[in-house]
């Protein structure tokens, strides 16, 4: 068995507007890659922010007394915390410089996963600049899977992941933040071991897996190469949603 990731060459600085299908294809091309049955894309969040115009400039942004209180909680600019709050569902954890919450997508994360790094407008101060996450990164993902499949019958998946931190454990990790075309989850309960033993609790979240092998090759700094390539997937491709990773709050022993 064997999994093969590629880092596509030559991804450019990406615009608002942009057409990623087509800055793929043209990477894909570069490469020497053919696109077939059970490839994956994993890409960047941010490239996929960027061209969707999913950058605000804090000049912008009028901050309500929520915001203004919690910024001197935690430390940060006001107007940070008031795009971190509008992208929210709950506030869950503060400290000073750091702000855990539940994205209004579902999942657990620092400041929404808001980002100034690698983030530069058309205008203004670039530090007055910040990122927000896909407004729906599963539709996100639909859409340059079906550009990139351009009409064929070809059974593709399509990933976006973000670096995120993990209760109990240092440093970030990447993870899935929205998918198309290949499994968040895959339920083992009911298969045999390999001594015949059916298992009982065992499901993979092997979207994230994934994202974490992705991660690897894009970096966490420079993040030169947004896009990865994967091959030899070892589960069969079928549609699927985020949703199938969040834990239900009736479930989460830890909030």
């Not at 941010?46 to 209180?69: D, F």
């Not at 109990?168 to 033993?197: K, Q, Y």
């Not at 990865?228 to 709050?249: A, D, M, N, Q």
Request: charged share 25%.
């Amino acid at each position: 068995m064997t999994l093969t990731l590629t880092a596509l060459p030559d991804i450019p600085l990406i615009r608002p507007g942009d057409d990623l299908g087509a800055i793929l294809l043209a990477a894909l091309a570069k490469a020497g890659l053919f696109l077939m049955d059970g490839d994956v894309l994993v890409l960047a969040q941010k490239i996929v922010s960027k061209a969707e115009g999913r950058m605000v400039n804090l000049t912008q942004v009028t901050p309500s007394p929520r915001a203004i209180e919690l910024a001197v909680q935690v430390e940060k600019d006001a107007r940070f915390v008031e795009l971190v709050l509008q992208e929210s569902l709950e506030v869950l954890r503060t400290r000073p410089g750091t702000l855990i919450v539940e994205h209004r997508r579902g999942f657990i994360c620092a400041n929404a996963g808001i980002d100034h790094s690698n983030v530069e407008g058309s205008w203004g101060n670039p530090d007055d600049w910040v990122l927000l996450l896909p407004v729906d990164a599963d539709a996100s993902a639909e859409r340059i899977r079906r550009c990139v499949a351009k009409g064929s019958s070809l059974k593709l998946g399509v990933m976006i992941i973000d670096s995120h931190g993990r209760a109990w454990r240092n440093g970030v990790v990447g993870v899935c933040i929205g998918l198309a075309g290949l499994p968040a989850l895959v339920d083992l309960r009911g298969e045999p071991d390999m001594l015949g033993f059916r298992l009982r609790i065992t499901q993979v979240a092997t979207a994230d897996e994934l994202a974490a092998g992705a991660s690897l090759l894009m970096g966490q700094t420079a993040e030169g190469t947004p896009a990865i390539h994967v091959r030899g997937f070892p589960y069969p491709l079928r549609e699927s949603y985020l949703g199938e990773l969040i834990r239900s709050k009736e479930t989460d022993l830890f909030r």
